[in-house]
């Protein structure tokens, strides 16, 4: 395993509330990403972060925000979860200056009803 | 959508067949991956080819590159039970972001 985590793995939500997803390395990585997952979509990058307190948008941000105020944590925020989010989001984790593979975590399964 | 396009979508063989799936793009992309996923579980990452490769190999796993084609072909020789999986391409755009493809299912039957 590449030493990353997902927390929670299995969330349930109403339309509306938030939503916080955390994702921790024990690899000191900079670059730390966010997907999700749909059928027939593959992933699709939501934000990323290449530093503390640096991140960008992806393709899909829209109703997304992150942070980063530790090199080891980077968390997805839903500010009001939609029907639309519903969806499995992955973690990943790319090393400094190595190949430019990434590493994913296990994923975490979130249902907006 | 700057997506990648595989096909094909899904593929049964038997154990011992070999599995070919191919991915397209429609821009540039460099250091194009493979990538593995079981049911549940997250990516693996496969094998790498750079933009000057043509063909890379590792272990069962044959890669090759056609940049003028913009397109990349994932063959596995000899294929097993627990090859069981989807299949991911992934290529870094001009902007830096690793843009994957839709993947392949495979279906490997003993």
């Known amino acids: 395993d590449a030493g990353i985590t997902q927390s929670p793995r299995h969330k349930v939500t109403e339309t509306g509330t938030p939503v916080t997803l955390r994702c921790h390395q024990t690899?000191?990585?900079?670059?730390m990403y966010w997907y999700r997952q749909d059928p027939g979509h593959g992933l699709r990058l939501i934000h990323y972060?290449?530093?503390?307190?640096?991140?960008d948008k992806g393709e899909v941000s829209d109703g997304y925000s992150v942070s980063r105020s530790k090199t080891e944590d980077f968390l997805l925020t839903l500010e009001s979860a939609t029907s639309s989010q519903t969806s499995v989001y992955f973690c990943?984790?790319?090393?400094?200056?190595?190949?430019?593979?990434?590493?994913f975590g296990p994923g975490t399964r979130l249902t907006v009803t | 959508s700057q997506q990648g396009e595989e096909d094909p979508q899904a593929l049964s063989i038997q154990e011992g067949e070999n599995a070919t799936m191919n991915c397209s793009y429609k821009?540039?992309?460099?250091?194009l991956q493979w990538y593995r996923q079981n049911s549940g579980r997250g990516l693996v990452h496969l094998i790498l080819i750079r933009s000057n490769e043509r063909e890379k190999h590792s272990g069962r796993l044959r890669v090759t590159l056609d940049t003028s084609k913009k397109s990349s072909s994932l063959l596995i020789t000899a294929s097993r039970a627990a090859d069981t999986a989807s299949y991911f391409c992934?290529?870094?755009?001009?902007?830096?972001?690793?843009?994957f493809g839709q993947g392949t299912e495979l279906s490997v039957k003993p």
């Open positions: 990943a984790i790319r090393e400094d200056r190595g190949p430019p593979e990434q590493y």
């Open positions: 690899e000191n990585h900079r670059y």
């Open positions: 972060s290449y530093g503390v307190k640096d991140t």
């Open positions: 821009t540039s992309i460099n250091n």
């Open positions: 992934a290529g870094y755009n001009q902007g830096g972001k690793l843009i």
